[in-house]
């Protein structure tokens, strides 16, 4: 589906009431095949490839040497993955931090390098830092951080190995393939570059940190601890996907981009990358066939996002795979849909698009699924900050989106717990009494609270645009949670007739969806650690006296750090009444767009509802989205007035 409207910040809430042991890596001991110089290579410098499934975009390097002092910073990286040699000072070994796009999600990926040579900065090469720490691979870059023992790191690849010597053997390399130093063409999706293509790398932490890989191409589960690994992943052999023909789509569609006249153009616009089945939804329409989708394409990007910004000359990226269905007569892939604007901008712009791969040649198909269903995590932590010591509260939930078709009356999501059972998670129902309903929404067993019901004959909806399943914190939330770390981040989405969830009903002629889930929210234990954004001692000041008229216009300035990785933030929200903070609601006093490697943001304010007093409850909110595409929102609310350990409302 088309992106057409903003994030709405409301949508959550309003639902949810050692040191250095040696010098070198040479004195460490362990493995010989670990990061070993290329032949030639200069012996004071240090290059190599940063890819993530494609090309990183918007990509900086930083490198920092054994004792945490600064090698080199903002390093570029090229729009081919590749990092100029950089030469190196301060004792090895060296450890790397690259940050960038990796389709719509911003992200950071690590590497540790022993000298001079190649050093290739990969998901791959994260899971080995984690799996040879048993730390997250930015504690790495930390301060005081220890070094990374050769020894441990040439064990965390023998580990990742072993795990995937299916998906190695599936895209034609050797299972000695060294992730660190081995050859790598980011975006030839083919040999090492083929492999990241194959398959999910994340990394989190339970009760320990962990890496969990799950397949694009193929089938299984991997679930690896520092020393123990948990099942295992199979590939189809993507040779014959011929995946770079995916390059070659993209770089047409971008030429499609140039202007109208382009795009419309019977030789080179947008229509000749397109399937004979194509089909997406822009907005609340559908479009069916590539006559209608390129001129509903070529409409878009004449308006843009916000329906005023023409999008003329921007390139779509280099896409990330998502999984690949090749059960059908053509194999079917899920990709990224994102835009690169001319100044520099990344916009995702869809979700849940695809290409199919028809005689030979990748083609758009636009929406992967004959039905739109969307499952996507997100996570908040509201900080009251008008205190001496700020309280804070935390939610997790998991949104999916079922759109209510005619005919459709119940839909049943379920997922794969640890044995491969299927569980159910929650049902989703027309609301009596709803007109034009959009998108079915949760049955609850008891018509109130936060908790999805079980029994498709016991319960009730709670509104007509209730699709939020939220998560308690605690045991029962974290086992739900554990189960799409164990058993595989999909969702299997099963479509009835009728009211008791009994009768199938087809779509296409098939009445169950895998879908994948856009991200895992966080366990209880580990959802202070994530990236959230602090504000700094000024914007707190600042929100506490802001004060506004009725009808009055001003401005707002915050500025953010980040305690570790960076967030990739892209909106910022202020807010007066909270519970009416909706894009188009009067206690929205303003909102913009921001970018990941801001850190300070000025916001344009109008008040279309009440005044607002220094003591009046008002919110900031800064929203994004971690790496795995999880949802992140971070309110700092003030509420003076209220007493202390309440919420501010």
């Not at 799409?484 to 009903?505: I, K, N, W």
Request: net charge negative; hydrophobic share 40%; charged share 15%.
């Amino acid at each position: 589906m088309l992106s057409t409207q903003a994030r709405d910040p409301r949508s959550l809430p309003s639902l949810l009431a050692a040191a250095l042991a040696c010098a070198t890596f040479a004195g460490c001991g362990g493995g010989d095949d670990f990061m070993a110089p290329a032949a030639g290579a200069s012996t004071t410098s240090l290059g190599g490839t940063v890819a993530v499934g494609a090309p990183i975009t918007n990509g900086k390097l930083r490198i920092l040497d054994a004792t945490g002092a600064v090698v080199a910073s903002d390093v570029a990286i090229d729009a081919d993955g590749h990092y100029a040699d950089v030469t190196l000072t301060g004792p090895a070994p060296y450890r790397l931090e690259a940050c960038g796009y990796a389709g719509p999600n911003y992200l950071c990926v690590y590497s540790v390098a022993t000298g001079a040579g190649t050093a290739n900065v990969t998901p791959l090469t994260s899971a080995m830092v984690l799996l040879a720490t048993g730390q997250s691979p930015d504690a790495m870059m930390a301060t005081g951080a220890p070094a990374v023992r050769a020894a441990d790191m040439t064990g965390a690849q023998d580990q990742l190995r072993a795990g995937l010597s299916g998906v190695l053997s599936g895209a034609g390399v050797t299972g000695t393939l060294d992730f660190v130093s081995g050859a790598l063409a980011a975006g030839s999706r083919s040999g090492y570059d083929g492999v990241l293509d194959a398959v999910g790398v994340s990394v989190g932490r339970d009760t320990d940190a962990f890496v969990q890989i799950t397949p694009r191409i193929g089938s299984g589960n991997l679930y690896l601890q520092q020393g123990s690994s948990v099942g295992m992943v199979t590939a189809a052999n993507t040779s014959t996907l011929q995946l770079s023909g995916i390059e070659t789509l993209f770089r047409n569609m971008s030429a499609a981009l140039a202007s109208p006249a382009a795009c419309a153009d019977a030789t080179i616009g947008i229509r000749r990358s397109l399937s004979p089945g194509a089909q997406m939804t822009f907005g609340d329409g559908a479009l069916q066939g590539p006559a209608a989708v390129a001129e509903g394409l070529c409409q878009f990007f004449a308006t843009g996002e916000d329906g005023t910004t023409a999008l003329w000359g921007s390139t779509l990226l280099s896409p990330t795979l998502g999984r690949c269905d090749l059960s059908g007569v053509v194999p079917v892939c899920a990709i990224s849909f994102v835009l690169k604007s001319r100044d520099g901008d990344v916009m995702p712009v869809g979700d849940g698009m695809a290409v199919t791969q028809e005689g030979g040649v990748w083609k758009f198909q636009g929406d992967l699924l004959p039905i739109q269903i969307r499952a996507t995590a997100r996570a908040q932590r509201t900080l009251r900050i008008d205190g001496t010591t700020p309280s804070v509260d935390y939610a997790r939930a998991i949104q999916f989106e079922v759109a209510a078709i005619s005919g459709l009356a119940c839909a049943r999501v379920a997922q794969h717990d640890a044995g491969g059972a299927l569980v159910p998670i929650g049902f989703y129902k027309r609301h009596p009494g709803a007109t034009r309903q959009q998108r079915l929404s949760l049955w609850s067993g008891t018509g109130f609270g936060i908790g999805a019901g079980l029994d498709p004959l016991v319960g009730s909806t709670r509104g007509a645009d209730d699709t939020w399943l939220t998560l308690p914190q605690g045991t029962e939330g974290d086992a739900l949670i554990r189960n799409f770390y164990r058993g595989g981040r999909t969702v299997t989405v099963s479509l009835f007739a009728d009211a008791a969830c009994s009768t199938p009903f087809a779509v296409a002629g098939k009445s169950e969806f895998n879908v994948e889930v856009q991200g895992v929210p966080p366990v209880s234990s580990a959802i202070a650690a994530m990236p959230w954004p602090e504000i700094d001692a000024a914007t707190v000041a600042a929100l506490r006296k802001l004060t506004i008229d009725a009808g009055a216009a001003g401005s707002f300035h915050a500025g953010w750090t980040f305690a570790r990785g960076p967030l990739g933030l892209d909106d910022i929200t202020v807010c007066g009444n909270r519970g009416d903070c909706g894009e188009s609601g009067t206690g929205r006093i303003g909102s913009g767009r921001i970018r990941p490697s801001a850190r300070d943001n000025t916001v344009v304010l109008l008040n279309r509802g009440d005044a607002i007093a220094a003591d009046s409850a008002k919110m900031l909110a800064l929203s994004g989205r971690n790496s795995e595409g999880v949802g992140l929102q971070s309110n700092y609310m003030s509420c003076p007035t209220v007493a202390a350990g309440e919420v501010c409302h």
